[in-house]
């Protein structure tokens, strides 16, 4: 089955414990991101990548990290977190960047206290 | 700044009526348009998308429309049902550039 798969699902930490959420696609896609929801921003895109060892930023990347050493693996890093990086996190694939609908990963539910 | 904008943060229609949603973006240079539904506790699933070489694009009871000189799309659903109670989020991008722009989503409930 096609799927872009995120754990984990929930989280809770502390201000300034480093975490990963990580985030692995099974088809083969080029393109992979990440987006933070928060309530009344809609989806905000963090960082990007076009292809293995290519990323980029997004429109909110301050305070995170990625990187993309094989194709299905996108890991995103909090280095040390913080309150206002609470959030619900998507990791999204699609084949390439170029006007192609993504598949997005069932979310990730972080609460930094 | 938000490029991409819904206004209408809810929708309620009656089963069986059309839904129409609405999205207006700043940016000239998108020339990709894309709809996603969410429903709670899962990711965002696409729905349909067009380019801005057309002004229509359907999909079952699914239509988007686009207006590039007014900056405008709107998703047209016909008949509404139960089922498409969710969050729609419209989505831009550039040909040629790397990012995607999302609206803030406008919840849509479908009335039995």
């Known amino acids: 089955e096609a799927q872009v798969t995120q754990n984990p699902r929930y989280l809770i930490t502390v201000t300034g414990k480093k975490l990963t959420v990580t985030c692995s696609q099974n088809?083969?896609?080029?393109?992979m991101s990440w987006y933070r929801q928060d309530p009344g921003l809609g989806l905000r895109q963090i960082y990007y990548?076009?292809?293995?060892?290519?990323?980029d930023k997004g429109d909110v990347p301050e305070g995170y990290k990625v990187s993309r050493k094989e194709k299905r693996n996108f890991p995103l890093i909090l280095e040390s977190p913080s309150p206002n990086q609470t959030s619900l996190y998507f990791c999204?694939?699609?084949?390439?960047?170029?006007?192609?609908?993504?598949?997005f990963g069932q979310g990730t539910r972080l609460t930094v206290v | 700044d938000q490029q991409v904008k819904q206004n209408s943060p809810s929708l309620s229609v009656q089963e069986g009526r059309i839904s129409i949603l609405n999205c207006d973006y700043t940016?000239?240079?998108?020339?990709?348009f894309l709809w996603y539904k969410k429903y709670p506790a899962e990711g965002p699933t696409f729905l349909i998308s067009?380019?801005?070489?057309?002004d229509k694009n359907e999909d079952g009871r699914f239509t988007v429309f686009l207006n590039k000189s007014a900056k405008h799309l709107s998703l047209h659903i016909v008949p509404s049902q139960p089922g498409d109670s969710a969050v729609y989020f419209c989505?831009?991008?550039?040909?040629?550039?790397?990012?995607?722009?999302f609206g803030t989503g406008t919840s849509l409930t479908v009335i039995p």
């Open positions: 999204a694939s699609s084949f390439n960047a170029m006007n192609t609908e993504a598949f």
């Open positions: 989505a831009a991008s550039r040909g040629t550039g790397n990012q995607f722009y």
């Open positions: 940016n000239s240079m998108f020339d990709y």
């Open positions: 990548s076009m292809n293995v060892e290519a990323t």
């Open positions: 088809m083969n896609h080029e393109y």
């Open positions: 067009i380019s801005s070489i057309k």
